[in-house]
C-alpha cells in the first residue's frame, strides 16, 4: 500500500508480474510434505516399496527361486503402483476436503495454472519415486547375486525403463484423473481400486461369454492395453489400444474434471 | 476502491443476490451488515471470483479480480479463516502464501507478529487453534502482500472484545493510510464502531446505505421516532408523570421505553420529584432499523 494519504481509485498493476509457474510449482510442492499424513504417504511409498523388495529377496534366496532385476521391479504392483495413484488423487482432492482451494484459487484466478502445477508436481513424483525403485531393484539384485547359488540376471534396459517410467506416470495420471473428476477423496480412491482391481475382473468374463464383447474388449480395457508395458514389447496394434483406451480412461475423466472445476463455484 | 455494479447471483429459483451496486472508497472502512444467509459472503465471493456472477461485475481498482495479475499483492482476502488444512501448522500456512505471491519469509514473521501470533503457537498445527486464533491468521494472511483493499468475511467473528478492539484499531490504521476495507458483519455493534460507511443488505437487496448519522436520520424519517431509555427508582411514578404529559411509556427490561428526547424525560422527573438512576437516548434507534429493514430476513419474528 502507498503511504500517500489519499489512495488512488484505480490499482495500478503496471509494475506486477503475473505469478509464475515455477512459484506455483514450489507451492504445490511444499503441500506435499507439510503436513503429517502427506509426509506419511511419502514416506510409506518408500517403506513399502522396500518391504516388497525384501520380502521378495529373502524368499527367493531361502527357496533357491531365480529372481531377475526385471522382477524386482514388477514387484512395485504392490507398492508404488498402488500409492501413487493415491498420491496423485490426494494432491487434487486435499485441495476441496480441507477447502484450501478457496485460497489457492484466490491467489491465483488462473485455476488451470494451479491444476497443471498439481499435475506436474505429481509427474515428478512418479519420476522420483521410479529412480529410487530402480536403486533399490539394484540393491536386490546384488543381495540375490552375492547370498544366491542363482547368479544374479541383470537384464533391464532403456526401453523397459522407460516403459516402467511410462506406467508409473500413467498410474499417477489415472488417479489424477478420476480425483478431477470426483473431487473427493474417499470416492476417487474407492473408484480407482474398483476400475484396477474388479474392472479387469468383470471385462474377463464378459469377454468370456460375450463373443462381441471379446473383440472390443482391448480397445475399452486400460489397465489391460498396460501389460505390454509390463512385459516390455508393444506392437503397433497395442500402443493404438494403450491410445483408445487411454483417452477414455485417463484423457476424458481428466478433461472433463478440469473443465468442471475451471468453472464451479468453489465453496 | 471496490465497485459492485448491478450485481446478481441466483441458485435455480433461489436469488441469492438482487441486482446490488455499492462502492467501497480508498481511505474508508465500509460495514456490510446483514442477517444470516442475506447474501454477504456470496456478493464477497463474486467479488474474487470464486463464484460466477449471475449478471452484473465486480471491480477492484478498476480491474475484474481475475484479471489481476498475482492478485495477493493487492487485494487481501478473508472469506473463511477455516477454510485452511487442519494438519498445517499456522506458520506453513502463511509460508504457503509467501511462496506463490513472492515474498521472503521474513515478511512471516512480521505479519505473526502483527496479528500477535507467538512462535510457539504459530508452530502449532490450525486443528489446534481456537476460532479467534484463526481469525487472527487469516487477517495475517489477508495482510502478506501489502493489499490497498481488504476484503474481509466476518472478521471479528470468534474474537474476544479485547480482539475486537484490536481488529478496530489495526483497520482503522490501515483505512487511514489510504487502504480500502469491506467487512462483513451480522453483528451490528460490531460495525458501527469501526465502519465510515454500512450497507445493510437483507434478503439478497440492499436495504439502506450511508453513514451512521444518514441512516439514524433515515430511520427517524420512516417513524420510528426519537426515543428514550430510563430508570428511576419509583417507575410507576415516573411513567405516571409522562402519560399525564401525553407521551407514550412502555416497559423494558428493569426501566421505561419512553417516545420521547431524553431531555424531556429529565424535566418530567424533575417535575414529579422522581430520583432518575438511568437515563440514555435510543442509540438503540440503529439496532431496531437494522431489525426493521431486515425484517423479512429475519428467522425470529420481531415483537
Not at chain 1, 70 to 77: R, V
Not at chain 2, 11 to 29: E, H, K, L, R
Not at chain 2, 240 to 266: C, P, Q, Y
Request: proline share 4%; hydrophobic share 50%.
Amino acid at each position: 500500500m502507498s503511504a500517500t494519504a489519499v489512495a488512488p481509485a484505480t490499482i495500478d498493476l503496471s509494475g506486477t508480474q503475473p505469478t509464475p509457474f515455477s512459484r506455483l510449482l514450489r507451492t504445490e510442492f511444499r503441500k506435499t510434505y507439510d503436513t503429517r499424513s502427506g509426509l506419511w504417504l511419502l514416506i510409506s511409498i518408500g517403506i513399502v516399496t522396500a518391504l516388497v523388495m525384501v520380502i521378495q529377496v529373502s524368499v527367493a534366496i531361502a527357496q533357491d527361486i531365480a529372481v531377475s532385476y526385471n522382477d524386482f521391479l514388477t514387484s512395485t504392483t504392490f507398492s508404488i503402483g498402488f500409492l501413487l495413484p493415491v498420491l496423485g488423487i490426494l494432491l487434487l482432492t486435499s485441495e476441496w476436503s480441507q477447502r484450501t482451494a478457496m485460497v489457492s484459487f484466490s491467489l491465483e484466478p488462473r485455476r488451470g495454472h494451479v491444476i497443471a502445477a498439481k499435475m506436474v508436481v505429481g509427474i515428478l513424483f512418479a519420476i522420483a519415486a521410479v529412480l529410487v525403485t530402480l536403486a533399490l531393484a539394484a540393491v536386490c539384485t546384488g543381495i540375490y547375486g552375492a547370498l544366491s547359488d542363482i547368479p544374479a540376471d541383470w537384464d533391464f534396459g532403456i526401453k523397459q525403463t522407460s516403459f516402467f517410467l511410462l506406467l508409473q506416470v500413467i498410474g499417477m495420471l489415472t488417479g489424477f484423473a478420476f480425483a478431477a473428476l470426483l473431487l473427493n477423496s474417499p470416492a476417487a480412491i474407492v473408484v480407482y481400486f474398483a476400475y484396477s482391481f474388479i474392472l479387469p475382473t468383470i471385462f474377463g468374463i464378459g469377454a468370456e461369454l460375450i463373443g462381441w464383447f471379446a473383440d472390443i474388449h482391448p480397445w475399452i480395457d486400460f489397465n489391460n492395453a498396460q501389460v505390454p508395458l509390463i512385459d516390455g514389447s508393444v506392437s503397433g496394434e497395442e500402443w493404438a489400444q494403450l491410445v483408445v483406451t487411454g483417452i477414455i480412461w485417463l484423457v476424458i475423466p481428466l478433461a472433463v474434471g478440469i473443465w468442471r472445476v475451471l468453472r464451479a463455484e468453489v465453496k | 476502491m471496490i465497485e459492485v455494479q448491478g450485481l446478481t447471483r441466483t441458485y435455480g429459483t433461489f436469488t441469492a443476490v438482487d441486482n446490488i451496486s455499492f462502492s467501497c472508497v480508498p481511505g474508508t472502512v465500509t460495514g456490510f451488515l446483514g442477517p444470516n444467509g442475506a447474501g454477504k459472503t456470496t456478493t464477497m465471493r463474486v467479488m474474487v471470483g470464486l463464484t460466477p456472477a449471475s449478471s452484473g461485475k465486480v471491480t477492484i481498482g478498476g480491474h475484474l479480480y481475475k484479471d489481476i495479475p498475482n492478485p495477493g499483492r493487492h487485494v487481501g482476502v478473508l472469506l473463511d479463516a477455516s477454510a485452511q488444512h487442519a494438519g498445517r501448522t499456522g506458520r506453513e500456512i502463511l509460508e504457503l502464501g509467501a511462496t506463490t505471491m513472492g515474498l521472503p519469509s521474513s515478511r512471516v514473521d512480521e505479519m505473526l507478529e502483527l496479528v500477535s501470533l507467538t512462535p510457539t503457537e504459530a508452530k502449532r498445527r490450525l486443528r489446534n487453534y481456537s476460532l479467534g486464533m484463526k481469525q487472527r491468521l487469516g487477517i495475517a494472511h489477508a495482510l502478506l502482500g501489502d493489499p490497498s483493499v481488504l476484503i474481509l468475511d466476518e472478521p471479528a467473528n470468534g474474537l474476544d472484545p479485547a480482539g475486537i478492539r484490536w481488529m478496530r484499531g489495526l483497520l482503522k490504521g490501515y483505512a487511514e493510510r489510504g487502504g480500502t476495507v469491506l467487512l462483513s458483519s451480522h453483528l451490528l455493534h460490531e460495525v458501527e464502531q469501526i465502519a465510515d460507511e454500512m450497507i445493510l443488505i437483507g434478503n439478497g437487496k440492499i436495504v439502506a446505505q450511508g453513514d451512521k448519522k444518514t441512516l439514524l436520520a433515515g430511520a427517524a424519517a420512516k417513524g420510528g421516532g426519537v426515543h428514550s431509555y430510563a430508570t428511576a427508582l419509583d417507575n410507576a411514578a415516573l411513567a405516571a408523570a409522562l402519560t399525564a404529559k401525553g407521551i407514550t411509556v412502555a416497559g423494558a427490561g428493569d426501566g421505561l421505553r419512553i417516545e420521547a428526547e431524553s431531555v424531556e424525560v429529565g424535566r418530567a422527573a424533575l417535575e414529579a420529584g422522581v430520583v432518575l438512576t438511568d437515563l440514555r437516548g435510543g442509540e438503540g434507534g440503529l439496532e431496531d432499523l437494522f431489525l426493521e429493514l431486515t425484517a423479512e430476513t429475519q428467522r425470529e419474528a420481531i415483537s
